[in-house]
């Protein structure tokens, strides 16, 4: 197995703000990596400061093992053509109606694709995550869990090697959610794409996880297989995870 | 000396927002620099007032302890007690102490801003470049777009303004023409102001107003939305995604509006002339050809792309710059109008004087 992402002593956070600190993990091919904490711990924080968009206060991180502080815009621009990312927002862009959001990956590095092709490729996506007849709305015209839907459309169009998911399934049914999880297990062992998800329903990490990543108190409390998780006698996770099974 | 009974500060049997405030002036008056008592016995109702009246308490005088607590009203006691926030008065001092550090941390920040706003308008001025030789990364049909709703946006607002403004110098100044018996040098004053200055620093005002803050409340709320984020790791560049359809479609567009503005205030001034002084048009027409030359329209157009890009680079600046939250996009937008205004008035300074 080779590892796509590592991260080492990484320190997180805002301006001066530390928000998390001492983080030591890998992601490696094809496994579903999945991160989990409590509300305002700085899962999204992590996520973003590992795609490049947040500068880590310090640390080093590594994306296909290269270090990510020596890659220029260029080569960042390489990395993201491998990666898929839904937001935690959606992130769609307000101004183009789905159809056109789905397909602006496609447009922007292949544009000499033919329509008719870049159809296929949309229409199979959205009907993917189930919204193939809505491919005229605009985002505005989409509920919260259309648009997370979308957006995954979206992450997926160019069949990235990586697809790091901010809570795909909050704010979803649990059919819906379930079908989701469905989804990323199948393009997981399919096509093998690596995934990096934040989510807080153990029935979904129960489903897909196969690493899971716990952060709390500014900095990584668990870190192993989903074994492990499940059998550790420590009572913040056995809380953590109790409270969502009664909410779920 | 002092009397045990009096350190003692009995409750009355019900705390509520009623009696609060009395309370809270009595009991600062009775408290005393070392131990003092506060006696529950009688107290059997307090609500959510209350509880933080004597939370309040507890923390601005360290040496009080409670007696005689109902367990009751202990519990609601503990359930809506909030811990001991960090003192701010530290902070404050620091904040308040050294005039002249404020001073330069002012200074430094304007130095940081200039460099940021020098290095985001070096950058687009490469995107376009770069566009415009490639003819990739920005969605296509956006600069059409653009130029569509600029031109929707400021044309009718533009030409009404200008046209009004041609009147209202006309107006103003032809009584005095009139003494001189100068009437018909009213065309080379109207010309003259209109061309290459007031079209010029109108427009880039309405411009600043209209487009300038659609283009900051655009860009600010999808900062704020992750969707910046998002064209980033889809690969693209959202400074020349964005910004460069929009810089495009200003460069096409001011020349129409300039062009047209300079028509109707000068259409303004004939009228004017015509109503209130019996020129003819055609003499007066004459006469601003005699004494506006082409190379006073271009400097009025020069002057107004300049304008442009500083609306358009300033609602970018402000807009990519944007704190947290929807909040953020309100003050961001306000921010933005106003820094291209001011920009645009020193600008026009420094243009007089230069072509002076
Ligand atoms: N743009 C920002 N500037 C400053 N601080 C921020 C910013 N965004 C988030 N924070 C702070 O960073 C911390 C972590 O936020 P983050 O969004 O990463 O949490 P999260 O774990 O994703 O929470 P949730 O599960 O609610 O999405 C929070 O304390 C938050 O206040
Ligand atoms: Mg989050």
Redesign the pocket.
């Known amino acids: 197995m080779s590892e796509i992402i590592r991260v080492q002593n990484l320190e997180v956070?805002?301006?001066d703000?530390i928000?998390l600190e001492q983080l030591n993990f890998s992601v490696e091919k094809s496994e579903i990596f999945v991160i989990l904490?409590?509300?305002?711990?700085?899962?999204?924080?992590?996520?973003?400061t590992i795609l490049g968009l947040?500068p880590p206060i310090s640390g080093d991180i590594y994306f296909f093992q290269k270090p990510m502080e020596f890659l220029s815009e260029k080569s960042m621009n390489r990395i993201y053509d491998d990666i898929g990312v839904l937001y935690?927002t959606g992130a769609l862009l307000n101004s183009i109606n789905l159809f056109d959001n789905i397909a602006l990956p496609v447009h922007m590095h292949y544009p000499g694709i033919p329509e008719q092709i870049k159809k296929e490729m949309v229409l199979s996506r959205l009907s993917q995550v189930g919204l193939e007849t809505s491919w005229k709305k605009y985002p505005s015209e989409l509920s919260e869990g259309m648009k997370k839907r979308a957006a995954l459309a979206r992450a997926l169009i160019l069949s990235p090697k990586v697809i790091c998911c901010?809570?795909p399934s909050a704010g979803l049914d649990p059919i819906t959610a379930s079908r989701l999880d469905d989804l990323l297990l199948d393009l997981n062992t399919l096509l093998g794409i690596t995934f990096v998800v934040?989510t807080?329903e153990l029935r979904s990490i129960e489903k897909i996880a196969d690493k899971v990543l716990v952060?709390h108190n500014r900095g990584l409390y668990f870190y192993g297989t989903l074994e492990q998780l499940l059998e550790t006698d420590d009572e913040f996770i056995n809380d953590f995870l109790l409270k969502e099974k009664k909410d779920a | 000396m002092v009397n045990e009974k009096k350190l003692k500060f009995i409750l009355p049997e019900s705390i509520s927002h009623e009696n609060v405030s009395f309370l809270l002036r009595e009991i600062q008056n009775h408290m005393q620099k070392d131990s003092n008592i506060i006696d529950f016995a009688q107290v059997t109702r307090i609500d959510t007032f209350g509880v933080s009246l004597l939370n309040h308490i507890k923390k601005s005088f360290k040496s009080v302890s409670f007696i005689n607590i109902r367990p009751e009203v202990s519990e609601l006691l503990n359930t809506f007690y909030s811990p001991a926030q960090r003192s701010d008065s530290d902070k404050q001092d620091d904040s308040t102490g050294n005039i002249l550090e404020y001073i330069i941390e002012k200074f430094s920040g304007l130095k940081k801003s200039t460099l940021e706003y020098l290095s985001l308008l070096a950058d687009e001025i490469y995107y376009t470049v770069q566009y415009i030789f490639k003819k990739r990364g920005i969605p296509p049909g956006e600069i059409s777009n653009q130029l569509f709703l600029m031109a929707y946006d400021s044309f009718p607002i533009v030409c009404l303004v200008s046209f009004l403004i041609g009147v209202t110098i006309s107006i103003t100044s032809l009584d005095q023409l009139k003494q001189l018996g100068a009437d018909i040098y009213l065309a080379d004053l109207v010309g003259f102001a209109m061309i290459r200055e007031l079209v010029p620093l109108m427009a880039g005002i309405i411009l600043a107003g209209k487009i300038g803050a659609s283009i900051t409340a655009e860009i600010s709320s999808m900062k704020v939305m992750e969707e910046i984020d998002a064209l980033k790791t889809m690969g693209l560049v959202p400074e020349k995604f964005l910004m460069v359809p929009r810089l495009i479609a200003i460069t096409v567009a001011i020349p129409l509006l300039v062009g047209m503005a300079d028509l109707v205030g000068i259409v303004g001034g004939l009228l004017v002339a015509k109503i209130f002084s019996d020129i003819p048009g055609s003499v007066f027409l004459e006469q601003i050809f005699k004494a506006v030359h082409f190379s006073d329209f271009l400097i009025g157009l020069i002057k107004t792309m300049v304008f442009g890009w500083v609306v358009v680079i300033s609602a970018g600046y402000k807009g990519f710059s944007v704190g947290?939250g929807a909040a953020g996009v309100g003050i961001a937008t306000t921010q933005s109008v106003v820094m291209s205004i001011s920009l645009i008035i020193v600008l026009d300074c420094i243009f007089a004087i230069i072509l002076y």
């Not at chain 1, 904490?37 to 973003?48: D, E, F, N, Q, R």
Request: aromatic residues 4%.
């Open positions: 956070g805002y301006g703000e928000v904490g409590p509300s305002g711990c700085g899962k999204t924080t992590v996520l973003k947040i935690q901010d809570e934040i807080h952060l | 947290r």
